[in-house]
C-alpha cells in the first residue's frame, strides 16, 4: 500500500502531461483503424502476442520458439496488410493545420457561387431521383482518381454538373471531381469502402462515396437513383437524408473553415507589425 503512495506521490505535471499525449495518439490511432479490417487484425496480434507470453510461463519451449518467429517475420508482413492504413495515418498526419497550407482559397463571392451551383445540381438531380456522386477535395490530392476518369477543367455550373448524370451518357456511372470551384473530371471510379457494418441499403454509389472519404479528407455528395436522397460521407461516416440547407450549410463550412483561419492569423500579424 505504501508503495501505491509513493509511486501516486512521485507523479508530477510533467509525468500527467506526457501520460495525456499518450493517451491521446492511442486515441486518435484507435479512430484511424476503427470498423476496419485493421481493428480485427490488431486484435489477433495481441492474442498472439498473449499466446506468446503464456508458452513462456509455461515453459512450452517450442510453441514458445514457433510464436516468437512467428512475430518477427510478422512485422514484415504487417507493413504490407496495413498499407492503407498506415498511407491514411500519415495523410491524417499531413493534413494538420501547421503543416500544410488549404488549397482552398476562393473568394466569398466564388465560394458563395460554388455552393449554390453545387446545391442546386444535387437539388434538381434529387428531384428527378437521377443517381450522382460528387467529390469535392480538400486539401490531399486525388491525382490517381481523376487519372480514372474523363478531364473537364471547367467552372463549377448547374447545367453541367446535371448533364454529367444524366442517365445513359459517357460520365453518369462514374463521380465527378471539384476542386475550388472547378469542375477537375468525370466519370471516375473510386475506392470502395472495407467497413463491413454498414446498412444493406447502401449500394455501390454510397461504398465508394464512403471509401474516398476514408482515404482522404475530401466529401463526398450521393444522390440516391432510388429514393433520390441526399447524402454525405466524411471522414469514413456517412450522413443521410439530408434537405438542400443543410448541405449548403455543410459546404460553407468545408469551404470557410481554413481560410478563416488564414483570414486570423493574417490580422494577427498585421497587428503585431503595426505595434
Keep these: ?38 481493428e480485427q487484425l490488431i486484435k489477433g496480434i495481441v492474442v498472439l502476442l498473449i499466446a506468446t507470453q503464456a508458452s513462456e510461463w509455461l515453459q512450452l519451449h517450442v510453441i514458445s520458439w514457433i510464436l516468437r518467429n512467428t512475430i518477427q517475420v510478422g512485422l514484415i508482413a504487417l507493413l504490407i496488410v496495413f498499407q492503407p492504413e498506415l498511407r491514411r495515418a500519415l495523410e ?3 493534413r494538420t493545420k501547421f503543416l500544410t497550407k488549404s488549397i482552398i482559397d476562393i473568394e466569398d463571392e466564388e465560394i458563395r457561387f460554388a455552393v449554390n451551383e453545387i446545391v442546386e445540381a444535387m437539388g434538381s438531380l434529387s428531384r428527378q431521383k437521377i443517381g450522382a456522386l460528387l467529390v469535392i477535395l480538400n486539401e490531399t490530392g486525388l491525382n490517381e482518381v481523376l487519372e480514372t476518369g474523363t478531364l473537364i477543367n471547367g467552372k463549377v455550373s448547374r447545367g453541367l454538373l446535371i448533364n454529367i448524370f444524366i442517365p445513359n ?6 463521380a465527378a471531381v471539384i476542386r475550388k470551384d472547378e469542375i477537375l473530371a468525370a ?26 472519404s476514408e482515404r482522404s479528407d475530401a466529401i463526398a455528395i450521393i444522390v440516391s437513383e ?29 469551404y470557410k473553415s ?16 503595426d505595434e
Design 92 to 94: 491524417y498526419i499531413g
Design 187 to 212: 466519370g471516375c471510379l473510386l475506392p470502395l469502402t472495407e467497413n463491413q457494418n454498414l446498412s444493406k441499403e447502401l449500394g455501390t454509389r454510397h461504398r465508394a462515396g464512403i471509401g474516398i
Design 1 to 38: 500500500m505504501q508503495q501505491l503512495i509513493d509511486l501516486f506521490s512521485s507523479i508530477g505535471l510533467k509525468d500527467l502531461i506526457d501520460m495525456a499525449i499518450v493517451a491521446f495518439v492511442f486515441y486518435k490511432l484507435y479512430t484511424l483503424i476503427r470498423e476496419t479490417r485493421a
Design 258 to 273: 481554413t481560410e478563416d483561419t488564414q483570414w486570423q492569423f493574417f490580422k494577427w500579424k498585421w497587428r503585431q507589425k
Design 226 to 254: 432510388e429514393t433520390g436522397a441526399i447524402s454525405i460521407a466524411e471522414n469514413g461516416k456517412i450522413k443521410r437524408f439530408l434537405d438542400t440547407d443543410t448541405l449548403k450549410n455543410h459546404l460553407f463550412k468545408m
Design 169 to 174: 451518357t459517357p460520365l453518369h456511372d462514374g
